[in-house]
Structures are given as structure tokens and as C-alpha cells.
């Protein structure tokens, strides 16, 4: 968000770009005070806005109640993102940037910052890189253009040692108690040659799926309920489950179950998600049963591991 506000100031000097979230995460928070501490994000805006920019989604469920007032004209929205299309995009926005085989949004803001010839200033350039090296986990989920885009951000004054300390943060009590929970009440279903283990927690639901993956999943499904009725889905695979079956976390499990718990789902082939208010349980139960699918089918290539 901060460099797609940079980018707009210097494209429109005059014009003001407000930054909007409705739920900045610790790790973000972090990130922004050691990188770029003078911004501000607020969780909504009353003001009027002749465009809506929204970033690294695009799902209308995804963006919180807070900023559901601001999408009200798909004719002034544009999205730009990296997860897989949502069948829905159309009615949040007319004007898309959709980049799937890029593994960062990221990535694309410094495209359009090369072709709109606008100089990435350092401050600019370690936030975009730092975005990369998280969406991509350090380049484990990379390939050569994002390592090429990599370099030109620290050519262009980016300090690769200082955007990996912005991100090192110890998980809280509460998260670590959420991976133990999780890999406690884990249920492990053996599909072909693979390890799937389905799990419930009510929070850190993406942290839990990586912990089992740590363990040893081949793919980690876990689901969580808040207080406030939200059911989530978080899904990861191993890049070994992804490049032998064939099968698309997104597009192929978390897209599908989005209906069943009365909300919306996508992401990547190797880490996606759901969002809605029902189901939980059988969402769980139904993510099983669609990857049981997904590896009889002919056109998915599995040839086993060891």
C-alpha cells in the first residue's frame, strides 16, 4: 500500500491517497514502524474517492466490514493482485491486474513503477522487497523473475539484510499454544502415497498449517471459528505435493468450499484460504474429500514419493 501511494503522489502531486485496512496485522505493524514509521493506515475512510485501489486480494469478503463501504463503484475500482481470480472479481471491479504466476503483488507494483518510469526511492524499494521476501518465504515459492526483481530492489538502494530483520518476530504465547492445539487435535488421512491432516483451532489458523507442514504434512487443512461467528480455512501444501499432482490449493479446494461456509475462497497452489460464517466442520471434511478427487482424476499426474 505505502508504495502504490508513492507511486500515486508521483504521478498526481496534487491528489491524496489514503491508505485503508481493516485489520493490520502485528507483523505488518512492525514492518511499517522499522521501515517506513512516519505513515498512517486507518481502518476506514468517510471521505469521497474517485478511485479504489485494493491490493494483494481479490475477494470482496476478504477486505473486512470496514471497508465495504468504500466498494461502491466497480467502474472506479482496480484491483491488482497475485492470487488466483475470483469468478466474482467482476463485481468489485471493472479494471483488474491480475497476476497469478507471479508470486508477490509486489512484484507487479514494481512493474507498473518501471513502465510508468517513476524512480523507487530505498524506503520504497525495502518495503517491496521485504513484501517479496514474505509472500515468498525467503524465495523458497519463487522462481527467476522474482530473484531478478529482487536484485533491481536492492540496486535501486534496497537493504536485504534490514528487510529480513523486519520480519523476525518471535510468535506470541497465544500463537504458540494455537500450533500445539492444532497438531493435538490433527486428524491424518493417508491419500495414495500423501499425508493430509485436517485440524481445529480458533486462531492462527495459517501459522497451525505451517507448523504441520514442518511436522511433516504433505498437506495441512486447518479451520477456525471466532468469537464473533467467523469460520476460517487455511490450507498449505509442500511444493512436492503441488508440482506432482498437479492440484491448485485455490483454484481446486479453498474455491469450492468458499460456498459451503457461506463465504468466498482461493489463493495459491500452495497456500490458499476460505472465509464465511458456517460449515466449519464439514468444510473440513469436504476439503478431504475434494483433494481424494482431485488425485483420481486422469488429468492430475501423481507418481508417489518416498
Known sequence: MLAMQYLYKALNPE???TLVSDDVSKLSNQVIEKL?????ILRTSDQHHDLVII???NSRYQLGNSVESLLLNPSSTLVIDHHEMNPNLAN???HTIIRSDISSTCEIVFELF???GIQVIPE????????????TRRFFYSGATALTTALELIEAGANYSHCLNSLISKPSRSERIARLKAAGRCKVHLLENWVVVTSKINAFEASACRGLIELGADVAIVGGKTSKGEVRLSARSTNKFSSETGINLGSDIMEPLGSLVGGHGGGHAN????N???NRDAALERSVELISEELSKGNKTHEGHS
Not at 271 to 274: I, L, P, S
Open 15 to 17: 491528489g491524496v491517497a
Open 36 to 40: 517506513s514509521p512516519s505513515s498512517e
Open 55 to 57: 491490493l494483494d486480494t
Open 92 to 94: 468489485l471491479a471493472e
Open 114 to 116: 518501471k513502465g510508468l
Open 124 to 135: 520504497i524499494a525495502n518495503l517491496l522487497l521485504t513484501g517479496m521476501i514474505f509472500d
Open 271 to 274: 497456500a490458499a484460504g476460505a
Open 276 to 278: 464465511g460464517t458456517m
